[in-house]
DNA sequence: TTGAAAGCGCTAACAA
DNA sequence: TTGTTAGCGCTTTCAA
């Protein structure tokens, strides 16, 4: 759409830019009668300030990009939902990129940012290829600045780390205490069983050293969990936890289809709070992610921006639901 | 980060910026030497070009804002989703807005786009009240272009409408066919209304005229489904058509914890193909958007960039899952 | 084959 | 109180 300018509504006034620009930014030292002028002026011309324009003029940065692998999982959205307010109200806006791309597109993608965007948020679950490509690309002189989420970064760049054990250590202790003795977990990720080994190692006096922490690998996805209903129940578990919530919803349909009880005969807890996990049946306990604290700290990185890198480790919260009453 | 820029090569390289420019838009006519020097340079200190800075010079906007009332819901994210690949391998990206906010802060965040998004896609579930200050906004000569998703936009914005009554009225002929004789329709949505009449109105020949329609009024949400449970059952109804899958998906939890057998005693159909109807137990039939369709016609305008208006019709489609078999 | 220079739209130091 | 002007970093016309 056409745009009207600066100095069109100079020429348009008959006063220099420089007035037009006093007024347009409410500075002082304007006679009312040029200010009424140049107001009506640009009223009716709906003038709007070129922000390219401008920021380039002022070596400002007002966008902010955010990579992420998937923007399907839920708790990506609740990050991304909460941190588009943030930044926003601040002048800040988020542009989306995908990181599941080759290197030269990431690289591409990251160039086309440049001037536009001052600081790239890398949200966590980075996949493999694209590890190695971000290190480089934080670790040269870009004109960007990293702000890895969840996932450790390069030397510079800032890094936020989320203690998941933290959380799941603490479910894990709500279960022993409920009285559960027999703890699966069902998944693969460390982070998740260093919480399990902490709550062990604190094993809550009225267990008495009676628990027994049990152990069986599988991915993190709905079918896996779904599919690993036999060996769960087989198990002599009398609570799963699971490295997903999504993964839970699976074992908790074949619960469903088996006429297992769930919390009665085995106490179930997830991990990511996610939609899911509200809407199940039962509805799923699980691990929240500490997403407003990781904001709150990703916009003040943005608005004071220090030099130094920023490094710090925000923990989980386990969230208690009908799953593991 | 400090950048380095196109001017200081040319001095480092004791070249002119045209020359350098040349080099690095791989442009003919520069002997080999020179050539081989600026690219030396240019990887030494790292040069990435200014994006702002040519694009303003260019006049080229290469974002694209997406403005969503809520970005939580499953189908805006699998739009997203694909909408991002296409626009970055285009070369767009895009910029992320709240609609819900007031009209003074929805005007600045659309000016502080100026200049550097040449579109904004507008996607469905706009609230009332930003409604009207974006038809006005889209009414006035702001420096960029409207494209209303799943919603009418005004006059000489782009608007891209789906038909949501072509997927409901093949997903209730399909219960139908398959036997069910008393659908009801649980929700207030104008648009399934519709496509449940359109589909009584062709009824299959094996249904000869003794098939009923049914209607409760309620909103989309998980809780609104879980809610109707028991006037659901009270209705004699044989098959049901909620508004949303959340919806479909709190009845489904009701009838799971009231040993409702579904579909056997009830056939269930949601709409959106959220990802709780893949998840749900059983899973859920429902209604899909036609989102590739429509995300390559948004990226047609943008690259076209068409002066008149497109308005186009899209219809959804049904996928028939286990809860309506 | 190369360079000088204008200008995208804006800001602000400086001069008048 | 107001205007002139340099310059943000880039592209490209035109002349050398």
Redesign the pocket.
């Known amino acids: 759409m056409a745009?009207i300018?600066?100095?069109q509504?100079a020429e348009l006034s008959?006063?220099?830019?420089?007035?037009v620009?006093?007024v347009?930014?409410n500075q002082?030292?304007?006679?009312p009668?040029?200010?009424e002028t140049v107001l009506r002026l640009a009223e009716q011309y709906h003038?709007?300030?070129?922000m390219?324009?401008?920021n380039?003029?002022?070596?400002k940065r007002s966008f902010v990009g955010i990579l992420c692998r998937d923007f399907g999982t839920e708790v990506f959205v609740q990050k991304i939902n909460d941190l588009e307010l943030r930044l926003s109200s601040a002048g800040y806006y988020p542009v989306l990129g995908h990181l599941d791309r080759s290197p030269a597109d990431l690289e591409r993608m990251l160039s086309d940012w440049a001037?536009i965007a001052g600081y790239v948020v890398v949200m966590n679950s980075v996949p493999e290829q694209a590890v190695e490509c971000l290190n480089e690309l934080a670790g040269r002189r870009l004109p960007l600045r990293f702000i890895f989420v969840d996932q450790p970064g390069t030397e510079n760049a800032h890094t936020l780390l989320i203690d998941r054990a933290s959380g799941v250590c603490d479910a894990v202790t709500s279960l022993l205490e409920s009285g559960r003795r027999r703890i699966l977990h069902c998944g693969c990720l460390a982070s998740r069983k260093e919480g399990i080994r902490k709550a062990f190692a604190r094993l809550p006096d009225s267990c008495a050293g009676r628990a027994e922490a049990l152990y069986l690998e599988r991915h993190g996805e709905f079918e896996d969990g779904y599919g690993a209903g036999p060996r769960i129940l087989d198990s002599g578990a009398d609570a799963v936890f699971f490295d997903t919530d999504r993964m839970a919803a699976g074992f908790l349909k074949y619960a469903a289809e088996h006429g297992i009880e769930i919390p009665r005969r085995m106490a179930v807890v997830g991990f990511d709070d996610d939609i899911v996990a509200r809407m199940s049946i039962p509805s799923l306990s699980t691990v929240a992610h500490p997403v407003s604290e990781i904001n709150s700290t990703i916009l003040e990185i943005i608005e004071r921006n220090p030099e130094e890198p920023v490094r710090r480790m925000f923990p989980t919260r386990f969230i208690p639901r009908e799953s593991s009453r």
Chains 1, 2 share one sequence.
């Not at 008959?14 to 007035?19: E, F, H, N, P, Y």
């Not at 002082?28 to 006679?31: E, T, Y």
């Open positions: 745009q300018t600066l100095k509504l008959g006063l220099s830019v420089r007035t620009s006093r347009l930014k002082a030292n304007v006679v009668e040029k200010r003038y709007v300030p070129n390219a324009a401008r380039l003029r002022l070596r001037g």
